[in-house]
Antibody
Framework: QVTLKESGPVLVKPTETLTLTCTVSGFSLSNPRMGVSWIRQPPGKALEWLAHIFSNDEKSYSTSLKSRLTISKDTSKSQVVLTMTNMDPVDTATYYC?????????????WGQGALVTVSS | QSVLTQPPSASGTPGQRVTISCSGSSSNIGSNSVNWYQQLPGTAPKLLIYSNNQRPSGVPDRFSGSKSGTSASLAISGLQSEDEADYYCASWDDSLNGPWVFGGGTKLTVL
């Protein structure tokens, strides 16, 4: 059974750095068919892709947020970590991690439950 | 402003057939496959259709997808009250927009 679960702070202050962890089970981060993305959704708004890490540790970032994002993984812990610097109230959103199985298309299939992050002083 | 364009809302009565469109360009839908996701209120998106028209195990065959040129569509037949949700299309994009882009979402109301 494939599961992903996001964890991290519920509230961050403006200018702080956000660190979110995605813990996965049911698949291995070293499987060449698998990758993980972070995607966010501001309240009442659409989904926005942020970053992706491939099994070979190659990374890809949203062009508009690239300077603020870092994605990494710890295969032994089955965890993918996203850091976002210089947080602003507009970054308030539910942050999801999602799995990609490249054998059945390049898009996300399984999603975590999401973690709501509020940016406020 | 989302890269893929969807109507903000759609509606239908129980038993009806409704379709939701997703418009893109040659760099995304025109050259790559499309997924559709269903997001029930307060929950995470769930994969509904992958690779344009494939249903994952467990998704009723009332849901179907199609693609033509730079547009895609999701059709829901035999509409049920539990289908009331937000629906998102997504695709790979070969331009600087990508690599993964989403539509703005369509809120489906079952009247």
């Amino acid at each position: 059974q494939v599961t992903l679960k996001e964890s991290g702070p519920v509230l961050v202050k403006p200018t702080e750095t956000l660190t979110l962890t995605c813990t996965v089970s049911g698949f291995s981060l070293s499987n060449p068919r698998m990758g993980v993305s972070w995607i966010r959704q501001p309240p009442g708004k659409a989904l926005e892709w942020l970053a992706h890490i491939f099994s070979n540790d190659e990374k890809s970032y949203s062009t508009s947020l690239k300077s603020r994002l870092t994605i990494s993984k710890d295969t032994s812990k089955s965890q993918v970590v996203l850091t976002m610097t210089n947080m602003d109230p507009v970054d308030t959103a539910t942050y999801y991690c999602a799995r990609h199985d490249y054998a059945s298309g390049s898009l996300p299939d399984y999603w975590g439950q999401g973690a709501l992050v509020t940016v406020s002083s | 402003q989302s890269v893929l364009t969807q109507p903000p809302s759609a509606s239908g009565t129980p038993g009806q057939r409704v379709t939701i469109s997703c418009s893109g360009s040659s760099s995304n839908i025109g050259s790559n496959s499309v997924n559709w996701y269903q997001q029930l209120p307060g929950t995470a998106p769930k994969l509904l259709i992958y690779s344009n028209n494939q249903r994952p195990s467990g998704v009723p065959d009332r849901f179907s997808g199609s693609k033509s040129g730079t547009s895609a569509s999701l059709a829901i037949s035999g509409l049920q009250s539990e289908d009331e949700a937000d629906y998102y299309c997504a695709s790979w994009d070969d331009s600087l927009n990508g690599p993964w882009v989403f539509g703005g979402g369509t809120k489906l109301t079952v009247l």
